[in-house]
């Protein structure tokens, strides 16, 4: 069975830090794009950050450029996204997805459009609040 697992999330004080893990079973990341992607109460899925196969090209909504970095470690088959400097605004849910359908593209290039991905993760909470 092919999934995604998210962790990592949890409740922090603004100003903290997470890092979220994004852990592949049942197949290997090593061909396809990764998307974070976060859904607060109320709001549309919203993509925060991707990152290519190959690691080199690495895209950030402008909400979270300078606090969140995403990585990733083909050898493990898990992707990364650190967190730091939490906003109250940050709280929602998080996926990750990875993008299948545009291999061999995937290799050099991602977005965060959310019908562009094909395996998602059922989420994990971050809620920032003190």
């Known amino acids: 069975q092919l999934q995604l697992v998210e962790s990592g999330g949890g409740l922090v004080q603004p100003g903290g830090s997470l890092r979220l893990s994004c852990a592949a079973s049942?197949?290997?990341?090593?061909?396809?794009?990764i998307g974070w992607f976060r859904q607060a109460p109320g709001k549309e899925r919203e993509g925060v950050s991707c990152i290519s196969a190959r690691g080199g090209t690495i895209n950030y909504a402008d909400s979270v450029k300078g606090r969140f970095t995403i990585s990733r470690d083909n050898a493990k088959n898990t992707v990364y996204l650190q967190i730091n400097n939490l906003k109250p605004e940050d709280t929602a849910v998080y996926y990750c997805?990875?993008?299948?359908?545009?291999?061999?593209?995937?290799?050099?290039?991602?977005?965060?459009?959310?019908?562009?991905?094909?395996?998602w993760g059922q989420g994990t909470q971050v809620t920032v609040s003190s």
């Open positions: 049942g197949f290997t990341l090593h061909d396809y794009a």
């Open positions: 997805a990875a993008d299948k359908s545009h291999v061999p593209w995937t290799k050099f290039m991602c977005n965060m459009r959310t019908d562009t991905y094909d395996y």
